[in-house]
């Protein structure tokens, strides 16, 4: 349990985390009794504490322990910053015995307030379900928190974001087998049952197919599990308001089908659900939050796994929109059911934006990391306003071209347009973009390409441990509510 409170100090159990910067050397204190602050000063000075950034340090005032926790030049402190610097005191062995701590901002913000909350729940995130040691081994983040700083109103949708960031990695991070379409169609229905502001449309294979989703059908045609499309419309505003669309890439697996991903690539191709997971995240948090926008949340969800019916490379495909397809790579596969799902919603519903995510492409870790997602638009208002809502929640997104000779790439000597480009790998990630590009017309429209920044292999990255890093639920669920 998270919780704000103003008191300071008052808990006989807890361990107080100190957050400070380097101002904590000219004796720049948080509390505000005097006589707490004095002995405060004594402590952090006998252990030469500084407040660099990086140091933590323990010491003692009274009866209790105090962790000092350094975050650096207070200018150069970034949302990022706080939130690896309070995971790694929340996950510290000083507090491993504790139930509950008490975390003292360096200043009373909610900038620095809302990355605690989010260290305090997304920070301490781990995947365990299938661990079976013992219990206080797998559970490392069922401490109380308190975060010392006066409640604000919005300190409860940074929690109810923050717990839906970890929802979705829950979906993300169960195997391929568990979240397949049939149960994330379940999810959905769970999630809007009773709601009354929100519609659900369910294309099942009958349904895909009389509407000639030829792309999507195509990708999970060797796969023994159900496609779907799942729709839920809400309304938080009147009838006449736009709509906004968000599209999710929701490949439960990705093998890459008869292009089959090698190893060392397929490992964690469970993540390729990562865009339709942040999507059902985003529906929960715009009922939970009730966001005051209509909203289209759509997923398109299909596995791409090899049998004797597998799509083959090759072979020309009829969209949606009906252009034909050349079919180039059985990997490309995310970019073929989203241009269904993406013509659908344009022809059908006419939102005046939409948005899509999607673990789109190997080229985008090439080209940014795995630190940063990249963005590709159409719409220089809609892009502009996605970067402010990235750098308000520090979900680091970076916007990478879109021009109109990339058309070339993607030619085809057999269809009207193919699955790769003929850059031979080459600016992947706009030459992918540019393919769904094709099939949005002038609907503003972005696209975010995770595949960088939705997995974390191996160690821990920034402040995210192994897994789903549930990312673009926090840029988007500020874009939604600032925009
Ligand atoms: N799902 C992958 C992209 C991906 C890569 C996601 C790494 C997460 C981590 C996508 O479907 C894919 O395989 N893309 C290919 C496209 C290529 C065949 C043109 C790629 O990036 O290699
Ligand atoms: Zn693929
Ligand atoms: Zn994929």
């Given at each position: 349990m998270i919780k704000v409170r103003p008191e300071f100090g008052f808990d006989r159990s807890s361990v107080i985390v100190l957050v400070t910067s380097e101002q904590v050397k000219a004796g720049k204190l948080p509390s505000k009794n005097k006589a707490l602050d004095q002995e405060l000063g004594k402590a952090i000075r006998a252990v030469h504490f500084e407040g660099g950034n990086g140091e933590m340090v323990t010491t003692v005032v009274g009866e209790k322990a105090v962790l000092l926790v350094g975050l650096g030049k207070e200018n150069e402190i970034s949302r990022t910053a706080i939130c690896v610097a309070v995971r790694r005191a929340l996950l510290s062995a000083h507090l491993k015995k504790v139930s509950s701590v008490e975390i003292v901002p360096h200043r009373d913000a909610a900038e620095t307030v809302t990355p605690i909350i989010e260290a305090s729940i997304i920070g301490v995130y781990a995947w365990k379900k299938y661990v079976s040691s013992k219990k206080e081994e797998r559970v490392p983040d069922k401490k109380d928190v308190y975060v010392v700083a006066v409640p604000r109103d919005e300190y409860a949708g940074v929690m109810r974001v923050a717990e839906n960031v970890n929802f979705a990695r829950d979906l993300v991070n169960d195997n391929a087998d568990v979240t397949h379409s049939l149960?994330?169609?379940?999810?959905?229905?769970?999630?809007?049952?009773?709601?009354?502001?929100?519609?659900?449309?369910?294309?099942?294979?009958?349904?895909?197919?009389?509407?000639?989703?030829?792309?999507?059908?195509?990708?999970?045609?060797?796969?023994?599990?159900?496609?779907?499309?799942?729709?839920?419309?809400?309304?938080?505003?009147?009838?006449?308001?736009?709509?906004?669309?968000?599209?999710?890439?929701?490949?439960?697996?990705?093998?890459?089908?008869?292009?089959?991903?090698?190893?060392?690539?397929?490992?964690?191709?469970?993540?390729?659900?990562?865009g339709a997971a942040a999507v059902i995240a985003l529906l929960k948090v715009a009922l939970e939050l009730k966001i005051k926008r209509n909203i289209i949340f759509a997923c398109a969800i299909a596995e791409n796994a090899i049998d004797a019916n597998a799509y083959k490379p090759g072979d020309v495909v009829i969209s949606y929109s009906g252009k034909s397809v050349e079919i180039g790579n059985t990997d490309a596969e995310g970019r073929l059911v989203l241009a269904d799902l993406l013509s659908y919603i344009i022809k059908k519903d006419r939102p005046a934006q939409v948005v899509d995510i999607a673990t789109l492409t190997g080229s985008v870790v090439i080209a940014l990391g795995h630190d940063y997602t990249g963005m590709v638009s159409n719409n220089d208002v809609l892009a502009e306003s996605l970067l402010k809502s990235a750098s308000a929640t520090d979900e680091r997104t970076w916007r990478l071209p879109n021009y109109p000779e990339l058309k070339e790439a993607i030619k085809s000597k057999t269809a009207d347009i193919k699955n790769i480009s003929n850059w031979r790998g080459a600016g992947g990630t706009i030459t992918a973009a540019e393919f769904l590009r094709q099939f949005v017309g002038d609907t503003p429209w972005a696209h975010l390409d995770i595949a960088g920044t939705a997995f974390v292999e191996n160690d821990a990255r920034l402040y995210y441990g192994h897994g789903a890093t549930g990312v673009g639920i926090r840029l988007l669920s500020h874009y939604l509510q600032n925009s």
């Open positions: 149960y994330l169609e379940k999810v959905v229905r769970g999630i809007v049952r009773g709601e009354k502001n929100v519609s659900l449309e369910i294309l099942d294979r009958k349904k895909l197919q009389a509407k000639k989703f030829g792309l999507l059908l195509a990708v999970n045609q060797g796969s023994n599990k159900e496609p779907r499309v799942l729709l839920a419309r809400y309304r938080g505003a009147g009838k006449k308001a736009p709509y906004i669309a968000l599209v999710g890439k929701g490949l439960t697996f990705d093998s890459g089908g008869l292009n089959l991903k090698t190893t060392g690539h397929i490992e964690t191709m469970r993540c390729d659900m990562s």
